[in-house]
Structure formats: structure tokens, C-alpha cells
């Protein structure tokens, strides 16, 4: 009698231990996705798109091939009157700035090529989705966007010539054309003072050259910063 009542109490163990195992095994409850608590921000993104983005991952190729486009230029000049508050930079000024962005970003291994992106291929206002298809058909695997707001400052001296003072703000994405995110982004700021010549036409001239000099060392720094974090 004594040895059926330890196998009855070994056999009650057992039952008990593998309903205990089969409660712990249970898959963990499922995680449920945070919902908008305004419901009108449906109407421009639904929560479920929203919740698909943030959950993706970036992955740029190893060897890229970047496109470049300079969408906005506000000008120091509007300080003095002289143009609107949005100008237009010239084409010489549009190839020394080209040259010197496109000459830092090809020192990354990463960057197979670089190159403007023919602005003929974009409508007069740029979208996000403008750019991934203007990049696409220049077969980019991403768009280095940035864009220029120069402030400035007249410094009269006497017996001496005048001089003009640029500070230029430079804002830099980088967009990724497959998946339209933007995995990077920087923002730059230097300044450079010239001095004027009697060459120059007039200081407006004076004061182009100051706002290009500065802007376009400003270009470098967030050229030098997307290197960086290709190279990560």
C-alpha cells in the first residue's frame, strides 16, 4: 500500500509540473501598435502607414551614386535693399559650389558617383516626391538636398575701403530614392568678411562675394559631415 501511495503522489507531481511548463510556454500577449489620438491626422497619413515607417530600416547600397540638388537660396543682399528676399545664384556661382561639394563628397569610398541633379527634370516647386522621381530617372540611389539663407552686415571704415560681412546657414538631407526616408540630416554655419575693390561694379558685387565665399564653406562642412556617416 505504501509504494502505490508514492506512485500515486510521483504521477500527481508529474501532472502538475507539465501543466505548470505548458503555462509558462505560452506566447508572451501581442503587442499592440500605438494609435493617433487625434483621428483627423488620418486624413493626411493613416496610423498604420505611419506605424510601417517608423518600423523600417534604411539600407543605402554600399556603393552609392548621389544626385545633388540646391533648391533654396535666400540672399544677404536683401539686407540692403538690393532684390528679393529668394535670388537666384548665378551660373558661375552654381559651378563653384558644385565643385566644391562634389570635390568632398568623392573622397568617400562610398560614393561611386556625384552629380547635379538636372533641375529641368523638377517642377518649379519641388516635392519629396518630385525628387524621387527626377533622382530615379537620373538613377540615383539617393538626393543630397540642400538649401542656403545668408544674413550680412556693411562695415564702413574710413580711408579705408568699405567691407561686407556674410553669415550663411547651409541645410543638408540626405533622401533615400528606394525608400523615400531621410536617414541623415546636418546644418551648417560660417561667415567670411570682404573687402571691397575698385574693380567691383558696385558693393552689391562686394557683398556676392562675401555670400558666396561663406555659404560655400558652409557646403563643405555638411559634405564633410555626410562622409563621415557613410563611413560609420
Known sequence: MRALAIL???VALGCETARMDRVGAAPPPTEEKAVSLFPSDAAILP???I?????AKVRLPQHLRLALIHIEHRSAGRFW???PYWTAIGPSAQQEVAAAVIGVLRTSPRIENADNLPTFLLPEKATV???REAAARFQADAVFVYRTDCQGYERTRFFQADQAK???SAEAALLDVRSGLVP???RSLDDFTVTQEPGDASFLETVRKAELKAFVAALEDDAK???RYLGK
Open 166 to 168: 556674410a553669415f550663411c
Open 225 to 227: 559631415a555626410l562622409v
Open 184 to 186: 541623415f540630416t546636418t
Open 47 to 49: 496610423d498604420d502607414a
Open 8 to 10: 500515486l503522489l510521483v
Open 129 to 131: 516626391g518630385h525628387l
Open 51 to 55: 506605424n510601417k515607417i517608423l518600423d
Open 81 to 83: 535693399g538690393w532684390g
